[in-house]
Structures are given as structure tokens and as C-alpha cells.
């Protein structure tokens, strides 16, 4: 069976959510990258609640996305610190908004995936995470700038 292109859409989309989601609990677990990619391969993708079914995710992205932001991950803070202002370091910032920073950073910095689209992506997760507050907004501001020196030639 082969899926249509929206499908796989959908599948990158939720291996970005998976990501955030994996990178948080590592930091406020302390559990090691391996240990959490093989829960989250086993037990949420397409996990079953009472009325809602989470989505299945693109294992090769958030596999790859993992990999890079634990492994990338002061290349990626560091350009996350010359996007935020200079009284928002990123030890300040939400834990769930610098998971992103930096499942989003690893994506930019792999290359393949228009930058645009990263920002996209990523700020529509800071929606499913924010939905009232500015979060958003500020995360595509910062994503923005972390797209620009990532990918120059992309703009």
C-alpha cells in the first residue's frame, strides 16, 4: 500500500509534534535519547486514547530529527541565543518552546526541507502546544531568524 501525499504530510507533521514532545521529556526526565525514541516508536505512535487515535509519524524524520538536535544540540542553542533578545537566553525559555528550537534547528540545519516550511510546521506545533498565548508568534520570529543564518541561500 502506498500512501497519498497528504498522508505523508500528515506523518512528517506528527514526527515534528513527537519530537518536541521526545526532546521535552529527555530534559525533564534525564532519560537518554535511545531509551525515549523507542518509547515513542513503540508506544505513541498511532497510540489509542478513549476517542482520540494520535497520529502515525514518519519514524525516518523524527529518528533523524532526534538524532540531530541531541547531537547538534550547542550548534543549535548557541543560534537559538542570537535569535532570542539578549534578556531571553535560552535557559530562560519555555521547556516546550526550546524542544522545539531545537527539533526545528536540526531540521534547518539537515538541509533538505525548505526553510519555510520548517517554520511553518514548527510554529503550527507551538499552536497545538500555546493555543491562547504568543508563543507562536515568537517562535516564528525566532525560527525565522535561526532559518536565515542556517539556510541564507534559501532566502
Known amino acids: 500500500m502506498s500512501l497519498s501525499g497528504n498522508q505523508k504530510r500528515k506523518m512528517r507533521s506528527a514526527a515534528r509534534l513527537f519530537a518536541v514532545q521526545a526532546l521535552f521529556q529527555m530534559e525533564a526526565s534525564g532519560q537518554s535519547a535511545d531509551r525515549v525514541i523507542v518509547e515513542f516508536e513503540d508506544y505513541r505512535f498511532g497510540e489509542k486514547f478513549d476517542e ?5 509519524g ?7 530529527l532526534m538524532d540531530d538536535a541531541v ?8 543560534m537559538t541565543d ?4 539578549a534578556k531571553w537566553p535560552i535557559a530562560r525559555i519555555d521547556p516546550t518552546l526550546r524542544a522545539l528550537f531545537r527539533a526545528a534547528g536540526a531540521e534547518l540545519l539537515q538541509g533538505e526541507t525548505p526553510p519555510k516550511v520548517v517554520i511553518t510546521e514548527f510554529v503550527d506545533v507551538a499552536r497545538a502546544f500555546f493555543p ?3 508563543e ?6 525566532v525560527l525565522d531568524h535561526m532559518a536565515r543564518e542556517a539556510r541564507p541561500e534559501a532566502f
Open 58 to 64: 514518519d519514524v525516518a524524520l523524527f529518528r533523524r
Open 52 to 56: 482520540y487515535e494520535m497520529a502515525e
Open 82 to 85: 542570537r535569535a532570542l533578545v
Open 136 to 141: 507562536p508568534k515568537f517562535a516564528n520570529a
Open 71 to 78: 547531537n547538534l544540540q550547542a550548534k543549535i542553542d548557541q
Open 132 to 134: 491562547e498565548g504568543d
